[in-house]
């Protein structure tokens, strides 16, 4: 089965405070993906790597960065956390191709900026 | 922007029942998705339905496909306890078909 792991369900900063989310697959998936899921918004798309160093801005890049060191590790950084960051943040891959494939998701990172 | 949108935002139904959740799209797709997500967790894969496809089944899901009023049901038939979670569509960008466009979801409570 396809694994894709968070580090933290859930995490609790303070604003300004710099922080990481990482996420690590273990399918050897090209693609990987953060979305941020908010109540009434659904899914937003921050990043995504389709390649180790290779990065694109999703829909809601702003205030956030991320990271590609290696195939199966997909960071996502905020800066300097802010309230309006208080969301859950989702990590997913798939495989890489001309047509779409199906995304896996990890349990999920509860944010919370005070 | 979103491209899906579900209809209903959220459905109550008795277990046994059949739940039918509609998802309406704006662009042209190669194909569309379900997702499942049980309350506080990711998102698990249900079923893709390609463009060229008009109704698709896994189990006790049945997912139809109408490109020319570009919209997607999907049916699950006796349902359970179990099946209680929120339902997302998505969709690919013809532009772009590695990302996915999800809509905002049906809430479905099936009463034991």
């Known amino acids: 089965d396809v694994k894709v792991t968070q580090s933290s369900r859930y995490l609790v900063k303070r604003t300004g405070e710099k922080v990481f989310l990482e996420c690590v697959q273990d399918m050897d998936h090209e693609n990987m993906f953060w979305y941020r899921q908010d109540p009434g918004l659904g899914l937003r798309l921050i990043y995504f790597s389709y390649d180790v160093k290779m990065k694109e801005k999703g829909d809601i890049p702003e205030g956030y960065s991320v990271s590609r060191e290696k195939k199966e590790r997909f960071s996502l950084i905020l800066e300097s956390a802010s309230t309006n960051q208080t969301s859950m943040y989702l990590c997913a891959s798939s495989y890489s191709g001309r047509a779409t494939y199906e995304q896996y998701f990890g349990p999920g990172t509860r944010l919370t900026v005070t | 922007s979103q491209q899906g949108e579900e209809d209903p935002q959220a459905l109550s139904i008795q277990e046994g029942e059949n739940a039918t959740m509609n998802c309406s799209y704006k662009?042209?797709?190669?194909?569309l998705q379900w997702y499942r997500q049980n309350s506080g967790r990711g998102l698990v894969h249900l079923i893709l339905i390609r463009s060229n496809e008009r109704e698709k089944h896994s189990g006790r899901l049945r997912v139809t496909l109408d490109t020319s009023k570009k919209s997607s049901s999907l049916l699950i038939t006796a349902s359970r306890a179990a099946d209680t979670a929120s339902y997302f569509c998505a969709t690919d960008r013809k532009d772009s078909s590695y990302k996915l466009i999800f809509g905002s979801g049906t809430r479905l409570l099936v009463r034991p």
């Open positions: 662009t042209s797709i190669n194909n």
